[in-house]
């Protein structure tokens, strides 16, 4: 396994691709690569780190810096400031921002983020990551040491629901599927209300 000093996370988020995400991130990697650091600094693509509103927006890793609206002619100055002088490039640093201001404000101690909790910290098309982060920890308890019964009634117990109108009980649906007669079941996923900006009525 490749050992880097410093990671960085780029949001890939559609809010700030449309901010020149993806042209960033190249001329990211083409510094790196000219200043001799693309052995030290690895760059990976995530999901929203924050509102995307001053997009594009980068986490740098081990110091947890998050910087935001540059563009690709900035990206020198940033790898010369944080990579190779080792000190924050202050001018695109994402300011502290009052805690009154709900929008812009950072979590606050009382939130506790629980499908999101990787969001910004691993790379969302690498399942490595997030095995590495005890992902499918449940799916492997449910395959090795519970019987379909006891899944079913956990998913119930979890008040788990549909994202739809109606907000269908999951366990429910899975029990109808469970009870159905036949040898062969089918269970049908829709994609299209997956986003976490789709929400019941």
Known sequence: MKYYRSHVLVCVDPDCLRKGAHEAEDALQDELVSQGLIDEVQVLETSRIGDCSQGPEMMVY??????????????????????LKGRVAKKFELPLVSSTDEELSAPTAK?????LRNCGKIDPENIEDYIAEDGY???????????????IDEVLASG?????GAGFPTAK?????????????????????????????
Not at 66 to 78: A, F, K, L, M, S
């Open 62 to 83: 081990p110091e947890g810096v998050h910087y935001v609206g540059y563009t690709v002619d900035d990206i020198p100055y940033i790898v010369e400031e944080h990579f």
């Open 111 to 115: 939130e506790v983020r629980v499908v």
């Open 137 to 151: 920890m449940a799916l492997a308890k449910a395959l090795t040491s519970m019987t379909p019964e006891q899944v």
């Open 160 to 164: 788990l629901r549909g994202r739809g």
């Open 173 to 201: 649906k899975w029990q109808f599927c469970r009870a159905s007669a036949g040898p062969v079941r089918y269970v049908i996923c829709n994609a299209d209300e997956g986003d976490p900006g789709a929400c019941m009525n």
